[in-house]
């Protein structure tokens, strides 16, 4: 796909990522890089024996950083994102496994012009879903959009 401008997004619109099998390298260098060591991530004995879910599951900051990264590889605001504004209303619905294939469904919620020509905010509710079809993570994000220049004397 190609990067969208503020104006080509309208309330409503619909869109779905790509999927990702979260594997144990991501699982592992993320708990690295983050420096979060929990055996409930890590240790697969441990998990089997002290833990609700008796395996690892996946840390739910991974979850969302494959959330937003599926929804950016679609490159629809490659180069018309100026800001990532926020993000509201993140909930972990399920766990998600080593070896849990993700995608999420986007959809427009809200847009709004702002006081200069050449931007506007546009707020997208994401689902992230396993391959069960079962919703495992939920956020409103917020993101401040190149307008079309033509189209607003900018």
Partial sequence: ???RYYDDFKVGDKFV???RTVTEADVMNFCGL???????FVDEEYAKKNTIFGTRVV?????????VGMWMRMGLLDYT??????ADEVRAHAPVFH??????????????????????ILKARHVTL????????SMVMSYMIRRRASEHGV
């Fill in 34 to 40: 983050a420096g979060i060591f929990n055996p409930l």
């Fill in 59 to 67: 840390p739910g900051p991974l979850t969302y950083i494959f959330s």
């Fill in 99 to 120: 070896g849990d294939t993700l995608h999420s469904e986007v959809e427009m919620i809200e847009a709004r012009e702002t006081s200069k020509a050449d931007r506007g």
């Fill in 1 to 3: 796909m190609h990067s």
């Fill in 81 to 86: 994102v100026m800001a990532f504004l926020g």
């Fill in 17 to 19: 990522t790509g999927a």
């Fill in 130 to 137: 396993n391959q069960k079809g079962e919703k495992v993570m």
